[in-house]
C-alpha cells in the first residue's frame, strides 16, 4: 500500500516537472525569419552519431527535432526507421511539442507502429519498419525524436545530406563518425560540406566531424537536377566489413567485387541433364553470339522473376540448381543461372552489379560503395560485349533500354572485378519514322494509313504492344486515343528484336470530322499523328541547373489528299526552331488536291545551367505551337 | 439443338462436381488457347471454395476456409498468377492458420506429364501489422502451357464476422467457379450477390446436421480408490443452411473510367453474420435490419452513446464561440470551422469513435471522433443533430442491410425548418458539400424511432462559370479580362487545389508559370476561404495562340477558356453506368471586339445537342452583334449524375460534337 503510494507520487512529480517552465523546447519564435521563408519545415537540430566500434558492433544514435510549419511539412515530422535480423533499434525519446515550445504529447513504446516493409512488389521479405506519425492539427509543431540503431555488421553507412527535401530548412545538424578500429571508414564529403573534423585522433580515436548551420529552405524547380548536386553531402563507406558472416573489403571496385564473387563462386552446379540439354541446344550454332542467344531465348522461356528478399541481406542468390528445379528467382538467382548455364557450355559471362532506373543516380567510379539495386549479365564476344537483361522475359536479346543503359557496372570477375560502362545509344538508335496518308472527304472525314518505325529506346514505348492480341491492340488504342473521333480498323506489328531492336507499327483508321467544317471552309489540324502538347513549367529566378533527359530523332512524313471541291485557303508558315536543346522543323507544301506535311524533331540529352531555362521553355513551346497549327480549306 | 445444348451444360456440371486435386485432364495440357478469349494470357479452368462452421470436439465452433484452384497458364504474362498471396486475419488472442497446403504444377514435356510438387520450404508467413498475416507462395516450373493446381484450407478460428466473400470474376476469364457455405442454425449470416454477369447456380438449402460430443467424467482418485473415468456421448442434430453459387465462362473483369469502384460490379457473393444463439443462450445480434441497425447504432457505445451522450464539457467552450455569431446557421459555420481546422483528420474512415474526451485529448482521429466532436458542439449549442452513416464511393454499394457495408458518418443538422448535411473531416466541405467520396448512393439517418434515409447523389453540384471580354488584337494577340466563377464541386476541388501551397500568392504564382499560352498582368482570389460561397478569379490576361493570322483574315477559335483536349469517352461501347457523381454545368461566355479595319465574315452556327430528357444538354451560339462585337456562349450541363451504359454512344457522340465546335473559328476579314 504505502509502496504504491510512493510510486504514484514519483510519477505526479515527474509530471509537473514535465511541463514547468523551464522546459520550453525550440519554440517556433525562435527561427531566423530567413530560414522561415518557403520552408514547410525546419531542422532545430539533427545530430547523428556512426561509433564503429567493430566490424560487427556498429551503432548509430540520431537526435532530431524538427518543426514542421505547415501542412505541406507533415512528412518531414513523421519517424520512419527501416530494420531487419541484422539491426536493432531503440527509440528513447518520441516527443510533440506546440509552437511555443510546450509538452503536447509523449509517444509510448507500446504506441510505435510496426509492420513488415511489405511492398505490394516482392513475395517476400524479411524486412520490417517501426513508424510514428504525429496527428496533429495546428501548425507549427515540433517533433523530437532520439533512437540508436545498433547493427552486427554493414556493407555501407549512412551518407549524410540534411537538407535532403525541397522546403526544408535547417538550423543545425552534423554528423560525427568515432572509428575506433582506425581504419574502419571512408569519407568523401562534396564542395558543399563543412567538415569541422577530418579523421584527427581525439583521445585515440579516429574523429570525422562535419556540420551545417542555418541553410535556407530550397524550392523545388521544374527538370532540376539531383539535390545531392548542390547541398551539403557526405558519402561514408567502410573500408573492410562483417556482413551475415561474411567479410569483404570496400577499399577497391576488385575487393567489393571480389566479395561478391564469394557470394556466387559455389551457385554454380547445373543438374547433368540440363548440361546435355544446353549442349544439344548449341551444337548447331554458327558462333558464340548464336550459342549466347539460344540459352538466352531457353532462360527467357523457363523462367519468370519472383522478388524474394532473402540472404546475406539480399545480396546472395539462391542456387543456379534451385532455379532449375522451380524456374523462378530474382534479378540475382536469374543472372546467376544464365551464367551457369554458359559457363556449362564452355561461354565466361560476368555477374554484373548496376544501379537501375531511367532516373537513377550516378555510381562514383573513384569511390566504391555500394550503392546498387540490380544485377544484369556481361557476355564478352570477340568483337564487342553483350548485356543481357535476365529479368524481362519478352526482352530482345542484348538490348538493355533506359532501365539499365549507359551507367557504371561493377563486373565481377574473380580477383579481376573492376568498373564497367554499359552500353550507350546514340541519338540516331532512338528514330521514330512515320509515314502517312490521310484522305478527307467533304463531310470532313478522314481515312489514315500510317507506318511508324521506332528504333532502340523508342521501341520500349511500344514493347508491350507486341505481345497483344489485335482485339486488345484495338481495344486499348481507344482507351490511350488522343485523337478525337478515332476508328481504329487495324493495327499490326512487325518485331525486329536485336541488340537495337526495331519495330514498324501498321495502322488503318477512320477519323470522324478530323476536319471542323464550317460553311465554306474546313479547318484541319496539321499535326493529329505525333503531336506534342505539354510544355515545361516556367521557372522565375531559377537557380539551379536542369536536364533535358529524353533523347531521340522523330521524322515525319504525312501526305493529305483533300476533296476535289475544296482548295487551300491558308497553310501554316515554315518553322525552323535550332538551339542546342534541339533542332525542330516543319514544313507544309501543295499541289492541287495534294498537301504535304513534313516534320523532324531531334532532342539531345544534357545538362544545362539555370540561365538557359526560359530559353528552353521556349524552344518547346514553339513546338507545342507549330504542332497545334490548323490548315484551312474552301470551297473552290 | 436446344436439347443438346441442356446435355451439353448438364454434362459440364457433372464432370466439375468430380474434379478431385492433382488429377488434371490432358486437354487441359494440351489447351493452347482459350477459345472463348483468344487474348487471355491464363484462365481459371475451375476453382471451388467452401466455408463451414463446425464444432471440433475441445475447440468449440470454428469457421473452416477451403479452397481449390485450377489456372492455365497460357501467355509469359500469365504466369504472373502463379504467384499467391493469402491474406490472414488475426487480433491479440488468435490467428488464422492455413493447413494442408497442396499445390502442384503440371507441364507436358515430349507428350508426358511431368509434376513439379511446390515445397514447404518456399512458403513463406509474414506478419504484416497486428492484424494481417501473409503466407506467400510461388509455384515451381511454371510456363506458358503449365497447369497449375493449388488447394489449401485455412483454419479461420472463430473470426465467424470474417466469412470470406467470393469472386466469380477476375482480372482472367474464369471457365467454372463454385462457392458453397455451410451454416449450422445457431448463426445465421445474410447473404448478397453482386454483378452484371449471372449464375449458374444460386441456392439455399436446409441439410440435417448432428454433432457428437463426448465429455468425460472422474471420480475417485484419493488414496482409498482407483481413480475411474466415465465417458458421456451425446448426440445433438440441427439444420444447416447450405448456400451454394455457380458461374459458369465469366469473361475476365475490365476496369472503365467513370465509374465508382470495381467492387460494384465483379460477380461476386457476400456474407454478414446477423446473430448467434445457442439453444438455452442469449440471443447475440449483430446486425438483422435497417431498424436494427438504426437501433443497434444508437445504442452501441462507440456510436450512438458519444453522439447522443453528454456534451457538459464543450458547453462553456461553445457558448463563447457562439457568442457574436448572427444567425443560427452562422453558429453552425463558426462550430464547423472551428473543429475542422483545430482537429486533426488522421486518414481513417469508420463509423466508430473512441470518445470525445479521448478525442479532444488527443486533438485527432477518424471520421466519426471529429463529426461526433462536432455533434457535440453543435447539440451544446442548442441544434437538434443526427448521424448519417454511408457508404464512399470507393468502398462500393450496399444492397443488403449490412452495417459492416457503412464507413463513413456525418451529420445531419436541423437549423430553422433546413436539414444541413456537414462533415468536418474533411478540410474543404461547407455546409451541405460532403466530400466527392460520399456521394454514394444513399446515407442512413441514425437515432430516430425509424430508419430514415438521404439521398446523397442528389446533393452534389458543380458549378463553373467563365465569362471574358477579349479584344481581338492586330498583334495575334487577344486580351481582356476574364472571371472565372465556381460553386459546390468545382469550388471544392478549387480550394483543394489552392489549399496545396502555401499560400495563395503561390498558387497564383504557379499557376501563371503553368499558363504557357496567358499572359497574365493581374490575378486576384476572392472567397477561398469562405466555404459556402462562390470562388471568383478576376484575370487580366492576353491569350496568344487562339487565333491566325492569314493574309487579309484573322480566324478566331470560340472557346478559348475551358476547350477539352479531347474526348474523355474513348470506348466504342461500356457495360457499366457512367458516375460522374453529381451534376454539374460548365459555361463560357465571351465578348469578341472586333479590331478597326476589319468586318466579321463569318461565325461558327449554333447548335443544342441533348440527350433524352436532357439528361446531357450541350447550347452553342455565336451572335454578330453590329460589326463590331460577337457574343459567345457555349454551355455544357450534365443533370443526372448517373448515366446509363444505354446512354453511353449518345454521350460519346455530344462530346465529339463539342470538340468540334472548338475547331471552328470566327473569321474576320480586313476591309
Known amino acids: 500500500m504505502k509502496l504504491k503510494h510512493l510510486f504514484l507520487s514519483a510519477i505526479l512529480l515527474f509530471v509537473v516537472t514535465g511541463i514547468s517552465a523551464k522546459d520550453i523546447f525550440y519554440p517556433v519564435s525562435e527561427i531566423a525569419d530567413n530560414l522561415l521563408t518557403e520552408a514547410n519545415s525546419v531542422t532545430r537540430t539533427s545530430e547523428t552519431i556512426l561509433e564503429i566500434f567493430s566490424k560487427t558492433k556498429i551503432r548509430y544514435t540520431c537526435k532530431e527535432v524538427i518543426t514542421v510549419i505547415n501542412e505541406n511539412g507533415e512528412g518531414e515530422g513523421i519517424l520512419y526507421i527501416p530494420y531487419d535480423s541484422n539491426s536493432e533499434i531503440d527509440i528513447t525519446v518520441a516527443n510533440f511539442y506546440n509552437k511555443d515550445g510546450e509538452l503536447i504529447k509523449k509517444v509510448k513504446k507500446s504506441d510505435v507502429y510496426d509492420q513488415s516493409s511489405f511492398d505490394g512488389f516482392s513475395l517476400y521479405t524479411d524486412g520490417r519498419f517501426k513508424r510514428i506519425t504525429p496527428q496533429i492539427s495546428t501548425y507549427p509543431y515540433t517533433v523530437e525524436y532520439e533512437f540508436s540503431i545498433d547493427l552486427k555488421g554493414a556493407i555501407d553507412f549512412l551518407d549524410w545530406m540534411p537538407c535532403d527535401s525541397y522546403n526544408k530548412s535547417v538550423e543545425y545538424a552534423s554528423y560525427k563518425i568515432l572509428d575506433y578500429e582506425a581504419e574502419g571508414v571512408r569519407v568523401k564529403p562534396n564542395k558543399f560540406a563543412h567538415t569541422v573534423e577530418n579523421g584527427d585522433l581525439v583521445d585515440g580515436i579516429k574523429t570525422y566531424l562535419w556540420e551545417m548551420k542555418n541553410m535556407e529552405a530550397i524550392e523545388h524547380e521544374p527538370l532540376s537536377v539531383s539535390m545531392a548536386n548542390f547541398v551539403p553531402r557526405v558519402v561514408v563507406a567502410p573500408s573492410s566489413f562483417e556482413f551475415y558472416g561474411t567479410s569483404g573489403s570496400m577499399t577497391s571496385w576488385k575487393d567489393f567485387g571480389d566479395w561478391v564473387y564469394g557470394l556466387i563462386a559455389d551457385k554454380n552446379n547445373l543438374p547433368e541433364e540440363r548440361v546435355q540439354f544446353l549442349k544439344s541446344l548449341t551444337k548447331e550454332a554458327d558462333d558464340t553470339a548464336e550459342k549466347v542467344k539460344r540459352v538466352y531465348q531457353f532462360m527467357q522461356e523457363k523462367t519468370r522473376y519472383v522478388s524474394v528478399q532473402l540472404g546475406i541481406g539480399g545480396f546472395q542468390p539462391f542456387p543456379a540448381q534451385k532455379v532449375d528445379e522451380v524456374g523462378y528467382g530474382d534479378c540475382k538467382a536469374l543472372t546467376n543461372y544464365m551464367k551457369s548455364m554458359l559457363e556449362s557450355i564452355g561461354i565466361d559471362s560476368y555477374y554484373t552489379l548496376v544501379k537501375a532506373g531511367s532516373n537513377a543516380g550516378n555510381i562514383d567510379a573513384d569511390f566504391p560503395s555500394q550503392g546498387f539495386n540490380h544485377v544484369i549479365l556481361t557476355v564478352p564476344l570477340n568483337s564487342d560485349t553483350i548485356f543481357l537483361e535476365c529479368t524481362n522475359h519478352f526482352s530482345p536479346f542484348g538490348f538493355l533500354g533506359s532501365f539499365t543503359s549507359d551507367r557504371n557496372a561493377l563486373l565481377v570477375e574473380k580477383n579481376k572485378s573492376r568498373l564497367i560502362r554499359t552500353s550507350d545509344y546514340g541519338i540516331n538508335d532512338n528514330t521514330w519514322k512515320l509515314k502517312a496518308s490521310i484522305e478527307l472527304n467533304e463531310e470532313g472525314n478522314a481515312v489514315v494509313n500510317d507506318t511508324v518505325e521506332l528504333k532502340g529506346l523508342q521501341y520500349e514505348y511500344i514493347e508491350k504492344d507486341l505481345l497483344k492480341t489485335h482485339e486488345d491492340l484495338i481495344e486499348d488504342a481507344y482507351k490511350t486515343s488522343e485523337i478525337t473521333g478515332a476508328k481504329y480498323k487495324r493495327i499490326e506489328f512487325d518485331n525486329r528484336p536485336d541488340r537495337i531492336p526495331l519495330a514498324t507499327r501498321f495502322r488503318l483508321l477512320d477519323i470522324d470530322r478530323l476536319a471542323s467544317k464550317m460553311g465554306d471552309r474546313m479547318f484541319i489540324p496539321v499535326n493529329s499523328l505525333n503531336r506534342h502538347s505539354s510544355v515545361p513549367q516556367k521557372s522565375k529566378n531559377r537557380k539551379y541547373p536542369f536536364k533535358t533527359q529524353l533523347f531521340y530523332h522523330d521524322m515525319d512524313s504525312v501526305t493529305f489528299l483533300i476533296p476535289d471541291v475544296y482548295d487551300v485557303e491558308y497553310l501554316p508558315e515554315p518553322v525552323k526552331i535550332e538551339t542546342e536543346f534541339g533542332v525542330y522543323k516543319s514544313e507544309m507544301k501543295y499541289d492541287q488536291n495534294l498537301v504535304t506535311y513534313l516534320r523532324s524533331d531531334i532532342k539531345n540529352k544534357g545538362i544545362f545551367p539555370p540561365e538557359k531555362y526560359a530559353e528552353y521553355v521556349q524552344f518547346v513551346k514553339q513546338i507545342v505551337d507549330a504542332d497545334n497549327q490548323k490548315m484551312i480549306l474552301r470551297k473552290k | ?671
Open chain 2, 1 to 671: 439443338m436446344l436439347a443438346l445444348i441442356c446435355n451439353f451444360s448438364i454434362i459440364s456440371f457433372a464432370e466439375n462436381n468430380k474434379v478431385k486435386f492433382g488429377k488434371i485432364e490432358q486437354r487441359d495440357l494440351e489447351m493452347k488457347v482459350y477459345d472463348q478469349d483468344t487474348s487471355a494470357s491464363a484462365v481459371i479452368l475451375y476453382e471451388k471454395g467452401n466455408s463451414a462452421i463446425r464444432y471440433v470436439q475441445g475447440e468449440g465452433w470454428k469457421l473452416y476456409f477451403t479452397k481449390h484452384q485450377r489456372i492455365k497458364i497460357l501467355k509469359k504474362e500469365g504466369v504472373e498468377y502463379a504467384d499467391f498471396k493469402i491474406g490472414l486475419n488475426a487480433s491479440q488472442s488468435s490467428k488464422e492458420e492455413v493447413n494442408g497446403l497442396k499445390a502442384i504444377t503440371f507441364n507436358l514435356e515430349d507428350g508426358k506429364i511431368i509434376k513439379d510438387e511446390l515445397n514447404r520450404k518456399d512458403v513463406h508467413l509474414e506478419e504484416v501489422n497486428k492484424f494481417h498475416n501473409m503466407q506467400s507462395f510461388s509455384l515451381p516450373n511454371v510456363k506458358v502451357g503449365s497447369v497449375i493446381d493449388v488447394e489449401y484450407t485455412i483454419d479461420c478460428k472463430s473470426f465467424f464476422r470474417n466469412m470470406r466473400p467470393w469472386r466469380f470474376q477476375h482480372s482472367i476469364p474464369t471457365v467454372y467457379s463454385e462457392y458453397e457455405v455451410l451454416v449450422p442454425e445457431y448463426f445465421r449470416f445474410r447473404q448478397f450477390t453482386l454483378g452484371f454477369e449471372r449464375f449458374t447456380l444460386a441456392e439455399e438449402t436446409k441439410v440435417p446436421d448432428k454433432v457428437t460430443l463426448t465429455s468425460k467424467m472422474r471420480s475417485g482418485g484419493n488414496s482409498m480408490s482407483a481413480t475411474q473415468t466415465q465417458f458421456n456421448t451425446d448426440v445433438i442434430t440441427f439444420n444447416s443452411a447450405n448456400y451454394h453459387y455457380i458461374a459458369e465462362n465469366m469473361p475476365e473483369f475490365k476496369e472503365e473510367a467513370y465509374t465508382s469502384t470495381v467492387d460494384n460490379f465483379i460477380q461476386q457473393v457476400q456474407f454478414e453474420l446477423q446473430y448467434v444463439q445457442f439453444p438455452g443462450d442469449k440471443l447475440y445480434t449483430y446486425s438483422q435490419s435497417w431498424e436494427s441497425i438504426n437501433k443497434d447504432l444508437a445504442e452501441d457505445d462507440e456510436f450512438g452513446e458519444i453522439i447522443f451522450g453528454p456534451v457538459k464539457l464543450l458547453e462553456e467552450e461553445t457558448q463563447s464561440l457562439v457568442a457574436g455569431a448572427g444567425s443560427n446557421k452562422e453558429k453552425v459555420g463558426i462550430l464547423l470551422t472551428h473543429v475542422r481546422d483545430n482537429y486533426k483528420f488522421n486518414g481513417f474512415y469508420n463509423i466508430y469513435s473512441k470518445g470525445l474526451r479521448n478525442v479532444i485529448k488527443d486533438k485527432n482521429g477518424n471520421v466519426a471522433d471529429i463529426n461526433f466532436l462536432l455533434a457535440g458542439y453543435l447539440r451544446a449549442a442548442g441544434f437538434e443533430v443526427k448521424p448519417v452513416v454511408l457508404s464512399t464511393r470507393s468502398n462500393g454499394a450496399f444492397v443488403f442491410p449490412t452495417v459492416t457495408g457503412f464507413n463513413y458518418v456525418v451529420l445531419l443538422c436541423e437549423v430553422d425548418g433546413e436539414k444541413l448535411l456537414l462533415d468536418a473531416a474533411n478540410k474543404s466541405s461547407g455546409i451541405n458539400e460532403l466530400p466527392y467520396q460520399c456521394l454514394n448512393s444513399q446515407g442512413l439517418v441514425v437515432g430516430g424511432a425509424a430508419p430514415e434515409w438521404v439521398e446523397l447523389m442528389e446533393l452534389g453540384r458543380s458549378d463553373a462559370n467563365y465569362v471574358a471580354i477579349l479584344n481581338v488584337n492586330t498583334d495575334g494577340k487577344l486580351s481582356g479580362s476574364l472571371k472565372i466563377g465556381r460553386k459546390g464541386y468545382s469550388a471544392q476541388s478549387f480550394r483543394d487545389k489552392v489549399d496545396g501551397f502555401n499560400s495563395v500568392e503561390k498558387y497564383i504564382e504557379d499557376f501563371s508559370e503553368k499558363k504557357q499560352d496567358w499572359e497574365i498582368t493581374t490575378h486576384e482570389l476572392e472567397g477561398v476561404n469562405a466555404l459556402d460561397e462562390r470562388v471568383l478569379e478576376t484575370i487580366e490576361l492576353s491569350v496568344t495562340n487562339k487565333s491566325i493570322f492569314a493574309g487579309d483574315k484573322i480566324y478566331v477559335s470560340p472557346i478559348i477558356f475551358n476547350a477539352l483536349d479531347e474526348n474523355p469517352f474513348k470506348l466504342m461501347e461500356r457495360k457499366y453506368p457512367v458516375d460522374f457523381g453529381f451534376v454539374f454545368k460548365e459555361s463560357e461566355m465571351t465578348v469578341f471586339n472586333v479590331p478597326e479595319g476589319y468586318v466579321v465574315e463569318e461565325v461558327p452556327e449554333s447548335l443544342r445537342a441533348s440527350l433524352p430528357e436532357n439528361k446531357a444538354l450541350f447550347l452553342f451560339s455565336a451572335q454578330k452583334i453590329g460589326d463590331r462585337q460577337i457574343h459567345l456562349t457555349a454551355t455544357l450541363s450534365i443533370n443526372k449524375p448517373v448515366l446509363m451504359a444505354e446512354d453511353y454512344g449518345n454521350l460519346k457522340e455530344l462530346f465529339n460534337m463539342i470538340i468540334e465546335k472548338q475547331n471552328q473559328q470566327i473569321v474576320l476579314k480586313k476591309i
